[in-house]
């Protein structure tokens, strides 16, 4: 086999468990399944299609907002949405936020700019450092959790702009694993919806990727032959991933638990107020919808004006 080939795509001689054909196949073990390169394309999709209709994230006519990191999930989401959104109706247009860390951001967004040309989508771009805003540690957040407001503040407000009901986000099933896993070790007995409904200001924020695995994101980019941004963050942390080995090691133990376990979770846990904190009003200053007085974006506009200090510190 190739070398440059990732063990993500390995290719290996079999039956098409889906088409029949004798060829290359693919092992997706995550589904106990072989099949061949163009039947996974169809199944990525379908898998796809069926969140989408099973949690009715998208409406006919409906125009969705996919946050486009560039990385392998939000780009093989983007792709998939733009072949969905032909036959189901809906349009898909692209939101990237530049996070304003120097030469990482600015390639980051050149990738992102050859990924919609080359998908045909229309794409906004955010420069966050417009704002006033850039990600770093601030009283006592570290800069992930700074990264993870500014964005959700922004995707709404953005969405809107773009005349966008719903915006769509990639998180992944790895992603919703996380989130149950660390929330159960603090008895927190949650899971992350799939979809939040709109109001208070608030889009439809949806979660197509829900029960898809990254492993296949990957795979999808690669037989597609779509470009990734693959450099990591500059906060990018390997303690900030270890929880997620855990789930891989359990893969590999029992093939397709980490469905299995979502499925189950599905089940057990609560679906709801996960991610929404409490009523929301708006923001005093710029109007968004808040859980606080001020909005997210405000704060940390305020706190980045001041040089980094609190109201009251010594100048
Ligand atoms: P993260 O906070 O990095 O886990 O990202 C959560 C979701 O936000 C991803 O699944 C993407 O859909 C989206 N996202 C991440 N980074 C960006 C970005 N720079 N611009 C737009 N959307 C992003
Ligand atoms: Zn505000």
Excluded at 163 to 172: F, L, N, Y
Aim: proline letters at 7%; hydrophobic letters at 40%; one cysteine or more.
């Amino acid at each position: 086999m190739d070398a440059t080939v990732p063990e993500a795509v390995k290719i290996v001689e079999g039956r098409c468990r889906i088409c029949g054909a004798r060829t290359e196949v693919l092992r997706l073990t995550e589904f106990n399944l072989k099949v061949c390169p163009p039947c996974f394309l169809r199944f990525f999709e379908r898998r796809i299609r069926r969140a989408l209709e099973k949690h009715a994230m998208v409406g006919e006519g409906e125009r969705v907002a996919v946050a486009v990191s560039g990385g392998k999930d939000s780009t093989a989401l983007l792709y998939a949405l733009k072949r969905l959104g032909v036959v189901m109706g809906f349009e898909p247009v692209a939101l990237h936020f530049h996070l304003a860390m120097g030469g990482y951001s600015d390639r980051n967004l050149e990738v992102v700019k050859e990924q919609c040309s080359r998908a045909g989508i229309p794409l906004k771009v955010l420069l966050i450092g417009d704002l006033g805003l850039r990600v770093q540690r601030v009283k006592g957040w570290t800069p992930c959790a700074v990264c993870g407001a500014i964005k959700r503040s922004l995707f709404n407000r953005e969405a809107r702009k773009m005349g966008a009901q719903v915006v769509a986000t990639a998180h992944t099933l790895e992603d919703i694993l996380l989130f149950a896993f660390k929330n159960l070790l603090s008895r927190n007995f949650r899971l992350p919806p799939p979809v939040l409904p709109p109001g208070d200001g608030l889009a439809r924020k949806v979660k197509p990727l829900y029960y898809m695995p990254e492993r296949l994101n990957l795979v999808y980019c690669r037989l597609r032959e779509l470009p990734i941004f693959e450099e990591k963050c500059p906060f990018w942390s390997p303690h900030g991933h270890a929880l997620k080995e855990v789930f891989e090691h359990m893969e590999k133990v029992v093939p397709s638990s980490k469905l299995q376990l979502l499925l189950s979770l599905r089940e057990v846990l609560s679906l709801e107020g996960m991610t929404l904190s409490g009523p929301k009003s708006p923001c005093l200053r710029c109007g968004e919808p808040s859980s606080q007085p001020l909005c997210a974006v405000c704060q940390l506009g305020d706190w980045f004006l001041r040089g980094g200090r609190r109201t009251g510190d010594p100048s």
